[in-house]
């Protein structure tokens, strides 16, 4: 799926959101993937990510999950993706997983400059890369830009335009918080990509007519 | 979906929860949903937690409240008395809930949706190698949604340039002939939060993908979001920049990077 690749915002918002994510591949690394993909989320926890999820079970901020319960559940080919707010803590986990040497395939989605100088750190050269051209066709019938923003952190479409404008009133409102609206938001992106730190700080702007 | 009416007590909130907005206050006062438009993602039955109370007592409640003026006032992540009720799906609406629901599993290509491989898997099965390209165009998102009818007119459009479509994706595999980019008769009438298109070719036809997309994209009643791939030099820049940039369009500064971490790693001869 491309549910990370199309992220909108400026680039100083773009700096605090980076999803690593763990693949697998039918016939090659798939089969006898469960325990492997149980070590990335458990070596992703560790460092204290602001989202982990797996599409088939949820995430963190959904109610009634338990995140330790949630890892020993995932089988072969688990979607597994965790969310982190900077490059030192998305570097560190970059660390681990080579250090674990799990053969399952890992990807980054964020600023691609960014992650190919961390890359470089720690002594990798980049292997494929995939961009955003942006949105075609019938472009009138998209939002404001400052709802993309928040749409788009989940890719796969869950966050409902109508789900963001009501939390932005209901934050004006001071009915909600920004950090409980934003929970609200990551509770319906099922496989944990959503950052909901970052909706949290784009809600405060809101509140306050800053688009 | 369905939403049961002897529960339903028209509090609202599944309408802004809706990805699509198709759910409505009907004239009895209690919600109901478009089923000609919704994609049956089920988000609105996953993330609304059934509070569990009876619904005449939350009737009760907010006529009492109404008669002072005063508004009930759900938390806006319940539905209080559990009416969003979920169906058995047959052919060829089941295919609504494949491609819009991120929990199911796709049964051809093993993957959770809609999803596709691209390059997340490139590392370990070389499907993008030196010299080639890869697009993923999806249509439907940014949040409105497709029908397959319009996702057809894309495809075929592709694929008279010659493309090839991924095998292990879930669009072509409703193809009746990739060749040509044609879709089975008895989905063009269903709608799906996002479908994707997923193809490859070589470096040198990005701008006539390109001008294709241009040509095509005033046909369809939806949006479509496009992503471009390639495999990496072996000093790590990206071969499809130039031709994209050469092309007059310009790549988005964020992205997806395959780290290489997977094994075993493919090898190209």
Redesign the interface.
């Known amino acids: 799926m491309t549910n990370t690749l199309h992220r909108q915002g400026r680039p100083d918002d773009l700096k605090g959101d980076f999803v690593i994510f763990a693949h697998t591949a039918k016939g090659i690394n798939r089969e006898g993937s469960g325990p492997k993909i149980q070590e990335f989320m458990r070596i992703c926890l560790r460092h204290n990510p602001v989202n982990i999820g797996d599409a088939k079970q949820g995430n963190i901020h959904q109610d009634d999950i338990d995140i330790h319960q949630l890892i020993s559940r995932q089988g072969d080919g688990s979607a597994a993706a965790a969310v982190f707010t900077d490059l030192d803590t998305l570097e560190k986990v970059i660390r681990d997983l080579m250090e674990a040497d799990l053969g399952i395939c890992i990807n980054v989605s964020g600023l691609l400059d960014e992650v190919r100088a961390c890359c470089r750190k720690l002594g990798i050269e980049r292997h494929s890369v995939e961009h955003s051209l942006g949105f075609w066709g019938a472009k009138d019938r998209l939002p404001e830009r400052h709802i993309l923003e928040i749409h788009t952190m989940c890719g796969h479409g869950m966050v409902s335009f109508n789900l963001i404008r009501k939390m932005i009133e209901q934050v004006k409102l001071r009915r909600l918080t920004p950090k409980k609206a934003a929970k609200i938001l990551a509770k319906c992106c099922e496989c944990g990509a959503f950052n909901p730190r970052r909706a949290e700080l784009l809600l405060e702007r809101f509140r306050k007519g800053l688009t | 979906m369905k939403i049961d009416k002897k529960k339903c007590v028209g509090c609202g909130n599944c309408?802004?929860?809706?990805?699509?907005?198709v759910i409505y206050l009907d004239e009895d006062g209690k919600s109901v949903v478009n089923e000609e438009e919704c994609v049956e993602?089920r988000?609105c039955y996953?993330?609304l937690?059934n509070e569990g109370y009876r619904p005449w007592f939350v009737r009760a409640i907010r006529r009492v409240l109404k008669a002072f003026r005063l508004a009930y006032?759900a938390e806006?992540?319940v539905c209080p008395t559990g009416a969003l009720t979920p169906q058995e799906l047959e052919w060829p609406r089941i295919i609504r809930a494949t491609f819009s629901d991120?929990?199911t599993?796709h049964e051809g290509?093993?993957?959770?949706?809609?999803?596709?491989?691209?390059?997340?898997?490139?590392?370990?099965?070389g499907r993008?190698r030196t010299g080639d390209v890869?697009f993923?165009v999806?249509?439907?998102?940014?949040?409105?949604g497709a029908r397959f009818r319009d996702i057809e007119k894309v495809a075929m459009r592709m694929a008279s340039l010659g493309v090839e479509f991924e095998r292990?994706n879930p669009v072509t595999q409703l193809m009746e002939d990739p060749g040509i980019g044609k879709i089975r008769e008895d989905v063009l009438g269903e709608k799906v939060?996002?479908a994707?298109i997923e193809l490859k070719t070589k470096l040198d036809r990005i701008p006539a993908v390109?001008r294709a997309?241009e040509d095509v994209?005033?046909e369809?009643?939806?949006?479509?979001?496009?992503?471009?791939?390639?495999?990496?030099l072996?000093?790590?820049s990206?071969p499809?920049?130039e031709w994209?940039r050469e092309a007059g369009?310009?790549?988005?500064?964020?992205?997806?990077?395959?780290?290489?971490?997977?094994?075993?790693l493919f090898q190209e001869e």
């Open positions: 309408h802004a929860v809706c990805t699509m907005g993602c988000t996953r993330v937690r006032l806006p992540d991120p929990s599993v290509t093993g993957v959770h949706g809609r999803g596709t491989d691209e390059i997340k898997s490139n590392d370990v099965t993008l890869g993923v999806e249509l439907g998102r940014p949040g409105i292990e939060l996002s994707i390109l997309l994209q005033g369809v009643d939806t949006v479509i979001s496009v992503g471009i791939a390639s495999r990496c072996p000093d790590g990206v499809h920049e994209v369009y310009s790549l988005s500064p964020n992205g997806k990077t395959n780290l290489g971490l997977g094994r075993p």
